[in-house]
């Protein structure tokens, strides 16, 4: 049974501008919310709200980084100042890549993927927390990966911030349980969108063309909020793969590398 319907919710939701974000935006102002969407091409969003604007539902544009300490302190200001400082549901599913052994990687992609993936959806939860305090039924929804259950090799980076947002999810879950916050984690696997086009090394050419719809991707991430699922893995092969990994793991773990290995050749 749903917990909460999606519907007339104050939503702010990250990284709208393309793939798993816009499909997001476009179903949740066709349910009638009011959505505050956020990224750092602002046309992509402007593009968004014109093609909405039939729909019952309201689409706000804020553009800017969320790696951005002033930009965030902005959006803390927008809700404040336009919702009346409540929020229903904040969902973090900005995110970057890339595609590299870790010991060819630079220093500075490190940095970029746990300041987007990690420091910014923190942060963002943190300087919320009291406006979503004050919502209905309130949710966080952070966009994790199944690579944040399984360690792929190539992916080091990606990996060490997508398992460090399911660790931070499962703890403020057990945190914020008493105040009826609920933290959701849904874990896409491979989904077609521009992800792959904006990776920070290694650009898979074609990559984008096999996985997952968006639209799918995004009906699975309203249910599990309308739900408060924990946790959710969203394809049934990568919930498999994670189940094998959690009860295999060094059969996994030998299986990835051999795999890895015979790839990078
Ligand atoms: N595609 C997949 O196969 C896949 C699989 C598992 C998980 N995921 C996760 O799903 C989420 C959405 O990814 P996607 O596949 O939809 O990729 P996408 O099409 O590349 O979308 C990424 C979004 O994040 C925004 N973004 C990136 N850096 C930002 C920053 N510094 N400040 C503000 N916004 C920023 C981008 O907007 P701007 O560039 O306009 O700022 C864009 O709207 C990510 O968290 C990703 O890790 C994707």
């Given at each position: 049974?749903?917990?909460?319907?999606?519907?007339?919710?104050?939503?702010?939701?990250?990284?709208?501008?393309?793939g798993i974000g816009y499909a997001l935006a476009q179903q949740l102002v066709a349910a009638g919310n009011d959505i505050l969407v956020v990224a750092r091409r602002e046309q992509r969003l402007i593009s968004l709200q014109e093609a909405t604007n039939e729909c019952t539902g309201t689409?706000?544009?804020?553009?800017?980084?969320?790696?951005?300490?002033?930009?965030?302190?902005?959006?803390?200001?927008?809700?404040?100042?336009?919702?009346?400082?409540?929020?229903?549901?904040?969902?973090?599913?900005?995110?970057?890549g890339s595609h590299q052994a870790f010991a060819d990687s630079k220093p500075e992609y490190l940095r970029q993927i746990m300041d987007v993936n990690v420091i910014a959806p923190l942060e963002l939860i943190r300087g919320h927390l009291q406006q979503l305090r004050r919502g209905q039924s309130p949710a966080i929804c952070n966009v994790g990966s199944v690579l944040g259950h399984v360690a792929l090799p190539g992916n080091s980076e990606y990996c060490a911030s997508k398992f460090a947002l399911h660790g931070f999810s499962d703890a403020l879950r057990a945190e914020l349980s008493n105040e009826q916050i609920d933290v959701v984690l849904v874990s896409p696997s491979t989904t077609r969108t521009e992800f792959f086009d904006s990776l920070l090394a290694g650009p898979q050419a074609g990559k984008s063309d096999k996985g997952m719809s968006v639209q799918v991707v995004a009906r699975k991430i309203v249910r599990a909020i309308e739900k408060g699922t924990r946790e959710s893995i969203l394809s049934w092969k990568a919930l498999l793969g994670v189940w094998q990994d959690r009860i295999f793991p060094s059969l996994t773990s030998r299986q990835l590398a051999s795999w890895y290995h015979r790839n990078s050749k």
């Open positions: 049974m749903a917990k909460r319907k999606l519907q007339s919710k104050r939503i702010l939701l990250t990284g709208a501008s393309s689409i706000h544009c804020l553009a800017g980084d969320i790696t951005s300490g002033d930009f965030r302190a902005e959006m803390i200001h927008w809700v404040d100042t336009n919702w009346d400082s409540t929020l229903d549901v904040l969902i973090n599913n900005a995110g970057i």
